[in-house]
């Protein structure tokens, strides 16, 4: 079997023929793991390949549905996780010498979900230590190329699961976004990343970086198949609405902030989104959001704080092993105190609460994911305008305000720079207004052809 990349790889055009028998999941699975094999050493997206549990488990979906047991949509569906989920006797290395030879003995509850669903688990992939960082240059297991140009990073934490499926070497895949990890590599990569509410989607089992601002949710090729996954991992049914439109929907454009020192390129693109938003019937509205300044500080704070107790041990025994990156970043934060770290989250709730209430005048908000592109690998600082910025915080300048709040936030394609780098569009709903934000991008996607768009395959 031969994979084409494009839309023929997404589990909407999919399950329907693996349901009628038509595509063999061993032979998909097959034809998968030949890709992997080719272009990995071209993105490096993968840690880990469980060549022998996919087969395996194809083997099991082909014997099942042949005998008349479809489970659904997922059976037989081929995908990778982000190397923080737990899968039973598969080395689990959050991307760190650390727990190189680290195996658990079960898998995380959101990996059994997809797993009982049918899914096929290709691999683990490749992440920016521990998840602390937002390029994905990774110092023990290398960095993670944009398939659209590998000088570019391919964003983080979840680099290698966005590269995986922007380049094809899965259907889908399961991130973390603990300030835009989900969100910021797909934008960067040119695909779909949905962060559900906080708690949505259960974390145990899953490697954690900041407990409090932590999130699990899918990577996609196309808004319907972020829905079909969103609905096994939480077993309700928010694909049933996506066709319901956006007629008289009130999307909320932030004054300030979310459009303040970003490239003008992505700029002219976001803006182009929100007209056809408006010509797929949503109204769009001027909307002010209060205490925007001081996101950055205090998800920078609250991360490190939760990310030091969590690794104080190591960080005391093992220092070595952790990269120059990461080791500088946690003993940074060895002096700070329990009242200040108290004090920032009486902070973030204060500010998710303002958050929530200045979107009493809309429905959603509509804004950049990323305030540039994709940068070079070889880059500390990107320019904007006359200003210069640190990449890492640029690149989260514009997704951790959804994480102190709390709330669902999506990234899908919307365009590309005149270099041929994509650039995200972000959907921004209230707590649980999965069904909402998923049909707002599922209207956008249907009236643009950003989202079948896909990179050339790398020359051998």
Known sequence: M???????LTIVRLAPKIKRGDVSPVELTEAFLERIERLQPHLNAFITVTRDLALAQARSAEREIARGGYRGVLHGIPLCLKDLFHVGGVRTTAGSRILRNFK????????????????IVLGKTNLHEFAFGATNLNPHYGPVRNPWAPDRVSGGSSGGSAA??????????????????????????????????????????????????????????????AA?????????????????GIEGLRVGIPRHYYFDRIDPEVKRAVLSALSSLEDAGARTVAVDLPGMSETAELA??????????????WLNSRAGDYGEDLRERLTAKRNMSVVEYLHCRKRCQA???????????????????????????????????RARE??????????????????PAISVPCGFTKSGLPIGL?????????DLVLRAAYAYEGATPWHRQFPPEPAS
């Not at 079909?228 to 319901?244: F, I, N, P």
């Not at 920078?300 to 041990?313: D, M, N, Q, Y």
């Not at 690998?377 to 320019?383: C, L």
Request: proline share 7%.
């Open 351 to 385: 500010y998710a609460e303002r958050f929530v209430r200045a979107m009493d005048a809309c429905d959603l908000l509509a804004a950049p994911t990323l305030p540039v592109h994709a940068p070079r690998a070889d880059e500390s600082e990107v320019v904007v305008g």
């Open 104 to 119: 658990p003995s079960g898998n995380a509850p959101v990996v059994d979900r997809l797993v009982k669903a049918g899914c």
């Open 228 to 244: 079909l996954v969103l609905d096994a991992l939480t077993g309700c049914r928010h694909s049933r609405s996506l066709r319901k």
């Open 426 to 434: 972000q959907i921004i709903g209230k707590p649980l207004s999965e």
């Open 164 to 225: 995986a499926v922007a380049a094809g070497l899965s259907v889908a895949s399961l991130g973390t976004d603990t300030g835009g990890s989900i969100r910021i590599p797909a934008s960067a990569c040119g695909c779909v990343g949905l962060k559900p509410t906080f708690g949505l989607v259960p974390l145990d089992g899953v490697i954690p970086l900041a407990p409090s601002l932590d999130h699990a949710g899918p990577m996609t090729r196309c808004v319907e198949d």
């Open 300 to 313: 920078g704070e609250i991360t490190a704080a939760e990310a030091l107790a969590f690794h104080w041990k």
């Open 2 to 8: 031969k994979l084409s990349n494009d839309e023929s």
């Open 390 to 407: 640190n990449i890492r915080l640029a690149l989260l300048r514009l997704t951790r305000p959804a994480n102190l709040a709390g709330v």
